[in-house]
């Protein structure tokens, strides 16, 4: 009995120190001295503030940490999951590359781990100024895929692989991440690779004179609602004299990536004689983002954008798929390493009204599928981050009405009924 005692004794005694061990990580309850300016006297690495649980309401701070996408948060996976009767026999994958900052510039960060990480960084020879984080970010994206549709649908590639990607390094090194995570010991050689001179992956059709015009009105929009949002004109001054620049200067160079790059890797922002960069700064920059993105949808003029410069690249996809149909020799496997200005337009073409920005390591991905039971016909998923997106209730949408929008409909919403093709939109008269 006096055993029994204390072992309870013991088991009540390690529940409580866990508590407090959770209170002292998630929610700051040791006191931290402070120097001048706000500044920790004896460190200022600085700690994310919140733990990733979706607030009531929104949030800049929860908002930027699903950006950084940091690889040790697991999430759940929507992709491989059909009816029974349906056979997957191709699937495209575009992604936005990781984490886009070399390791060498970010002090004390820590290197993040995953199984394959050393033999894929030795696996390439020539693999300098890659970030830790964007291998570690793709090789999870590919080991989930490779879980999905090698091991449960068994969509062996043997020698029918593609990728196409841009020349930035980032974006060649997070598709061959996500290739190795995927098929770790594939003779790379056998890969259909191809380069992608644009951004916006139009190849030989990115001359469009009309897209570059309701791109100037987007980027006009955007100038105007930051002329309207004064507490953000007093964020950039109040940051020009901590970094001793002109406000203007500042402006221009677009913060926002170097404030994330300290964000994401749990750095605290620099601090100079007149004082530090904040987390205030960061929030009210991070809330004008958000307020944007909103206003992008209200007013539509992103949206004709996006229509046009997703064109080449669903155009090319679904050109992909017809060829898979008609049982000629196609990648039953694609990979489009992108970058966020490629997938946003994607996204919005498609009327994901509810995706969020394209964070780091963002995958969208268009599966297709035969019917066994009429083998003729053919149906598509489309998936932003392992989220399944339909515009109806049946769990499958036919091929004929992805083409049907891809080829027609694209042009229909841009309000031109002279329109009828990807060149006439494109250099459409009065507009």
Known sequence: MLFCNRFLLLLALAALLAFISLSLQFFHLTPVST??????????????????????????????????????VVERSMEGHAPHHFKLISVHVFIRHGDRYPLYVIPKTKKPCHPKLEAFVSHMSKGSGASFERVVQHLQNGQLLKDIYLKKHKLLPTDQLYLETTGKSRTLQSGLALLYGFLPDFDWKKIHFRHQPSALFCSRNCYCPVRNQYLEKEQRRQYLLRLKTSQLERTYEDMARTVDMPTKQLRAANPTDSMLCHFCHNVSFPCTRNGCIDMEHFKVIKTHQIEDERERWE?????????????????????????????????????????????????????????????????????????????????????????????????????????????????????????????????????
């Open 35 to 72: 120097a001048k300016n706000g500044v920790s006297s004896k460190s200022r690495k600085r700690i994310m503030p919140d733990p990733v649980t979706k607030p009531p309401v929104m949030n800049p701070i929860y908002e930027a940490l699903l950006y950084c996408n940091i690889p040790s």
């Open 299 to 431: 007013k539509k003029l992103y949206l004709s954008y996006a229509l046009l410069g997703a064109h080449p690249i669903l155009n090319q996809t679904i050109s992909r798929m017809q060829r898979t149909t008609e049982g000629r020799k196609e990648e039953v496997f694609a990979l489009y390493s992108a970058h966020d200005i490629t997938l946003s337009p994607v996204l919005s073409a498609l009327g994901l009204m509810e995706a969020r920005f394209p964070r780091f390591a963002a995958r969208l991905i268009i599966e297709l599928w035969q019917d066994r039971e009429k083998p003729s016909e053919h149906s598509v998923r489309i998936l932003y981050n392992g989220d399944h997106h339909k515009h109806s209730s049946k769990p499958m949408c036919p091929l004929e009405n992805l083409v049907r929008f891809v080829r027609r409909d694209m042009f229909v919403a841009l309000g031109s009924s002279s329109s009828t093709n990807y060149y006439d939109a494109c250099h459409r008269e009065g507009f």
